[in-house]
């Protein structure tokens, strides 16, 4: 059973354009939820979180958007550039914060 | 820091053959976890220590596959006999009290089974 799905499977925007990566989960025990870039070649590395008390949490040109009545976060890119391109992994987890992940978001940002 | 580091980064063997990856997590980082990553099924936790006990092994495969960790600084993972299916990427990752900062990732380790 899927309990994070994420979409879309892969993405590809242009240069200064908005990345939008859209996760869905079903156990309203999560209550932690991170994203983790991948670059090729190496390990997935924690990006950004938030739990469920706030709505929005921004950091630099990354901010995700929590809605728990719909069960469902985003990942927003603004101002996406070519080094942003990398696959993304939305995840969630509850008390024992082991998460669990979503198949990830390919993304490419073209020049 | 080192980060958490595996090797090897590439493997290539022949089915039927033992395959042992190995970890060192980062000093004073309490837990370690093994994912797999495949195309077809994203990253898949296989088995997670802390205090290098093993709490949960439930996402082993099979009985082929084995962990251990001896002492707080270095872990295996080890696939005996392998096979053409257990070819993917191996990530070891480690964390302090449980993942609620997040875990770090290793590079990983490459394997190919023919």
């Known amino acids: 059973q899927q309990q994070v799905k994420q979409s879309p499977q892969s993405l590809i925007v242009q240069k200064g354009g908005i990345s939008i990566i859209n996760c869905a989960y079903e156990?309203?025990?999560?209550?932690?939820f991170p994203w983790y870039q991948q670059f090729p070649g190496k390990g997935p590395a924690l990006l950004i979180a938030i739990r469920p008390d706030v709505s929005e949490k921004k950091e630099g040109r990354f901010t995700i958007s929590f809605n728990k009545s719909a069960k469902q976060f985003s990942l927003h890119i603004m101002d996406s550039q070519p080094g942003d391109s990398a696959t993304y992994f939305c995840a969630a987890s509850g008390g024992s914060y082991i998460p669990t992940f979503g198949r990830g978001t390919s993304l490419i940002v073209h020049p | 820091d080192a980060g958490v580091i595996q090797s090897p980064r590439h493997e290539v063997t022949e089915m039927g053959q033992e395959v042992t990856l190995r970890c060192k997590p980062i000093?004073?980082?309490?837990?370690l976890f093994w994912y797999r990553q495949t195309m077809m099924r994203g990253l898949e936790l296989l088995i997670y220590f802390n205090n290098n006990v093993p709490i949960d092994d439930s996402g082993m495969p099979e009985d082929r596959f084995s962990a251990k960790m001896p002492n707080a600084s270095f872990s295996t993972l080890k696939i005996q006999p392998s096979e053409p299916r257990d070819s993917a990427v191996y990530f070891c990752?480690?964390?302090?009290?449980?993942?609620?900062?997040?875990?770090?990732f290793g590079s990983g380790t490459r394997l190919t089974v023919v």
């Open positions: 000093s004073g980082h309490d837990y």
């Open positions: 990752a480690s964390s302090l009290s449980g993942a609620k900062y997040g875990y770090t």
């Open positions: 156990n309203t025990a999560f209550d932690y």
